[in-house]
């Protein structure tokens, strides 16, 4: 069974700062998640990646298969960007098939 | 539909009732998940559906918990007896088995009081 790290589990910032959280991940997987986590629960898929990069407004993913590590970066960081952040690693079927991050809590201070 | 629908987005129940959450994939979508996230916990494993194969209940917490999946498609899990500890988000995922793509709903608040 995969086993996902991410890093790091809590991270405090200044609005405007250049933020990276990172995952690490055991085993090959088909694709990597990140999604995002408000506090009233709710969850959205941010970025599903299998390989390089991929960039939605001042947020960047990025995955390096060989290294079995894939980034999430928040530039111009805002107070609003404060969630929980998870990573998730999907090997294409059966019930282990998915694996969770435990999550990395972001708060950005205005 | 578009994407993966789950419903109700939340949901506040008393303790010893009864809830159903639903869960609609995408369609054609042969594989899904039930997880869920309690209060400052990671996302823990319930569930897996394939197709027309006997589901993996391996992590349903109790025999209070059940799920079912009609017709390959709509997917509800049912929680009998509430108890506070089970206030938790629970959360829906569908792909094509042995496809790259996993889809995600936006997940049901449940708080039981």
């Known amino acids: 069974k995969n086993e996902v790290e991410q890093s790091p589990q809590n991270l405090t910032a200044q609005e405007g700062e250049f933020i990276t959280i990172n995952c690490s991940y055991s085993?090959?997987?088909?694709?990597l998640h990140w999604l995002q986590q408000h506090p009233g629960g709710g969850i959205v898929s941010l970025f599903m990646?299998?390989?390089g990069k991929k960039k939605h407004g001042r947020l960047i993913a990025t995955i390096n298969i060989q290294e079995k590590h894939s980034s999430l970066h928040i530039t111009a960081s805002h107070p609003r960007d404060s969630a929980v952040y998870i990573c998730?690693?999907?090997?294409?079927?059966?019930?282990?098939?998915?694996?969770f991050g435990k999550g990395t809590h972001l708060i950005i201070q205005p | 539909g578009a994407g993966v629908s789950q419903s109700p987005s939340n949901k506040v129940t008393e303790k010893g009732k009864d809830v159903e959450l639903r869960c609609d994939p995408i369609?054609?979508?042969?594989?899904l998940y039930w997880y869920r996230q309690s209060l400052g916990q990671g996302l823990e494993f319930l569930i897996y559906?394939?197709?027309?194969?006997?589901?993996?209940k391996s992590g349903l917490p109790s025999d209070r918990f059940s799920a079912e999946r009609t017709g390959g498609s709509v997917s509800t899990l049912t929680i009998q007896r509430t108890q506070q500890e089970d206030s938790a988000v629970y959360l829906c995922?569908?792909?094509?088995?042995?496809?790259?793509?996993?889809?995600f709903g936006s997940g049901t608040q449940l708080s039981v009081l």
């Open positions: 995922a569908s792909s094509l088995f042995g496809s790259r793509g996993l889809f």
């Open positions: 085993v090959g997987i088909s694709a």
């Open positions: 990646l299998s390989s």
């Open positions: 998730a690693t999907y090997s294409g079927g059966g019930a282990d098939g998915l694996t």
């Open positions: 369609s054609g979508h042969t594989a």
């Open positions: 559906f394939q197709g027309n194969s006997a589901p993996d």
